[in-house]
């Protein structure tokens, strides 16, 4: 029998009996929809965290010292990593602290933070009017400071701030950069930040001691050996290992990734679970169907309906079944998604994965528990099935 | 020509045993126009189901255009009833869900006749019936006549050698009684095989040939003179 009439046939018998059909579909329904929309929202929050964090600088590195009263590190020590042999091509010794800075008539708390001008580099951070840090201003200590666009909102109600006049922490300097806006979503924002050179704030925070500092190895395929330098470097220096941390943003993202991929799993194996149940409930309904088409069956074999034509109708019934269920489970699921991410303020879609994932799994919910349904009804004696009332 | 050769159905019920068919022997040739008739529960409705392939008997031969079938497998048995027979039924055993035309269509669906041909067969079968302004309307739409002679639309659609007819009219009210036993006629006429199984005198009164049954058993068989 041709595949096409038997889908015909398939939709026929499933149309017959709406409300029924459509209560079968339900589980595969909500089993799709779960299936896909976790792992999707998964899929798209990490997505959206891992380019963030990318855009942190994925080839950086950052050094914390837990005491940094015993670090005798200097600038031009620092200056020493880098080089073709250490993997390394900038870094920055970082010291910070929260102040109060002021302008005509308002003040607010901001971070501030001394760097050197490589900072911006590494942390990839861009600079859109004026200009951004320069040898000169550590080496003199000028009064000069680039800021976040958060700080000139507050302070100025404006961002043609370039040249302005800021009091931090008691002294005066000029504005001479404002960087990019970065927005509240981003984590770890730089809007409300004060950078000023970096012995300009060691005077300024009264603070000669290193905390931490910045590295930015050469390329992604140096992280490693950047790291492993950057450890003989202060291995050197520094008594004890429990005296420092390194971060390294490809370790984040690593484990960042593992923990993501375990939680779609999860998700999608708890969300899976009700697609098995959905599955059951189709094998219910099609052993049902079968008791109830008996004479049905029995008139078909009757004129000349083989086993393969009975089977390959009730499997077909039972595959349409999941499969209609599936497709109107991942029409929701988009709405879902689409509506979830535009409530996080992230971009989501269901990804062609996910889609095929998901109307497989539907599919074979179908095969697997359609199949004993079917055999049965395709097994059935003709005389017996005709018998039946 | 269909053969039965000392042909036992039993059927155990608990410790009774019911003879069903009890050693039937019979030959009908091709082209015959013959009427099975018994009382209640003499085993016609077996002796069809075993002509028709739809059961097996537990002892004796059914030779079906000289060959046994007894070995067929399922799948055998179901191309056998396919294309050599076509079943009219008491019950008329139409499925309520489809139209007159999609039920005259399905034994050509499970020959795998192309859609364009199947509906033209199934067309001219419904047209032979007199049903050809009603190809759309679903059995519960239709009088019993009318629903018996989709049946036999159906039974006649693959154009099989032999028509079974198990009480055809016995659901029927005598005007279209007639018109059911009219058809038969016509496709007799036409070179079909047709064996009728009733318990009404004046319809086995139609046939060249009546066979009477009782208690599983053959207990005559008469052939009336060709003038009939
Ligand atoms: N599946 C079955 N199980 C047990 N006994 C059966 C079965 N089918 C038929 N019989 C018995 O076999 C005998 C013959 O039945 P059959 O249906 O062939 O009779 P029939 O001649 O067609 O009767 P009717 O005119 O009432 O249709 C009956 O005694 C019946 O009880
Ligand atoms: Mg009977």
Request: proline share 2%; aromatic share 6%.
């Amino acid at each position: 029998m041709m595949l096409s009439q038997s889908i015909r046939m398939a939709f026929k018998a499933i149309g017959a009996n709406k409300s029924r059909s459509f209560l079968t579909m339900l589980g595969i329904i909500i089993g799709v929809l779960a299936v896909s929309t976790l792992i999707s929202v998964v899929q798209g929050a990490t997505g959206s965290i891992t380019s963030q964090l990318q855009g942190l600088g994925s080839n950086m590195l950052m050094v914390n010292f837990r005491n940094s009263g015993n670090v005798e590190i200097t600038q031009s020590d620092l200056q020493s990593l880098v080089s073709p042999s250490t993997g390394i091509s900038a870094v920055s010794p970082t010291v910070t602290s929260q102040g109060t800075v002021r302008s005509a008539g308002k003040s607010m708390t901001a971070t501030v933070t001394g760097v050197n001008k490589d900072y911006f580099g590494i942390r990839s951070l861009t600079v859109t009017t004026g200009r951004s840090l320069q040898a000169a201003d550590d080496l003199y200590r000028t009064p000069v400071a680039v800021i976040g666009t958060g700080v000139a909102d507050t302070l100025f109600g404006q961002r043609n701030v370039v040249g302005s006049t800021i009091v931090v922490m008691g002294r005066e300097m000029t504005i001479v950069g404002l960087l990019k806006e970065e927005g509240t979503s981003q984590f770890n924002t730089n809007d409300n930040t004060i950078f000023i050179p970096y012995q300009t704030a060691q005077r300024l925070l009264k603070n000669t001691y290193l905390s931490s500092f910045y590295v930015a190895s050469a390329s992604s395929d140096t992280v490693a050996l950047a790291k492993t330098s950057v450890e003989a470097f202060l291995d050197e220096r520094v008594h004890s290992s429990d005296n420092y941390s390194i971060f390294s943003m490809n370790d984040i993202l690593s484990a960042l990734g593992s923990v993501t991929s375990l939680l779609s799993l999860l998700l999608g194996g708890i969300a899976g679970i009700s697609l098995l149940v959905g599955g059951i409930g189709i094998m219910n309904i099609m052993l049902v169907s079968v008791t109830e088409r008996t004479r049905e069956i029995g008139i078909r074999k009757a004129i000349g309906a083989k086993r393969r034509s009975i089977l390959s109708q009730f499997m077909i019934e039972a595959l349409v079944i999941s499969l209609v269920g599936g497709l109107i489970g991942l029409g929701i699921s988009w709405l879902g998604v689409t509506i979830i991410g535009s409530l996080m303020g992230i971009s989501i879609g269901i990804t062609f994965g996910v889609a095929s994932l998901s109307l497989g799994f539907s599919a074979g919910v179908g095969l697997v528990f359609g199949i004993y349904p079917a055999a049965k009804a395709s097994k059935l004696a003709p005389i017996d099935a005709l018998r039946y009332e | 020509m269909i053969e039965m050769r000392n042909i036992r159905k039993i059927y155990q019920l608990g410790d009774e045993e019911v003879r069903a068919l009890d050693g039937v022997s019979l030959r009908i040739e091709d082209h015959e126009f013959a009427a099975v008739i018994g009382p209640s529960g003499s085993g016609k409705s077996t002796m069809m189901h075993i002509l028709g392939c739809l059961d097996v008997a537990d002892e004796g031969e059914y030779l079906l255009d000289g060959r046994d079938i007894s070995d067929y497998t399922d799948d055998q048995l179901a191309e056998v009833r396919n294309r050599k027979i076509g079943f009219i039924f008491q019950q008329f055993n139409l499925l309520q869900k489809l139209s007159a035309l999609e039920n005259v269509e399905l034994p050509l669906i499970y020959q795998g006749v192309p859609r364009v041909e199947r509906q033209k067969r199934a067309h001219d079968a419904l047209e032979l019936v007199g049903l050809g302004d009603r190809m759309n309307h679903r059995p519960n739409q239709l009088s019993g006549g009318q629903q018996q002679r989709v049946a036999i639309a159906r039974a006649l659609a693959t154009k099989p050698e032999l028509i079974l007819a198990d009480e055809p009219t016995g659901n029927l009210d005598s005007h279209s009684s007639a018109e059911i036993i009219g058809l038969l006629h016509r496709l007799h006429e036409q070179g079909n095989t047709i064996v009728v199984i009733t318990h009404d005198n004046d319809i086995a009164e139609e046939a060249e040939r009546i066979i009477r049954i009782r208690d599983g058993r053959i207990v005559s068989d008469e052939r009336k003179g060709a003038s009939a």
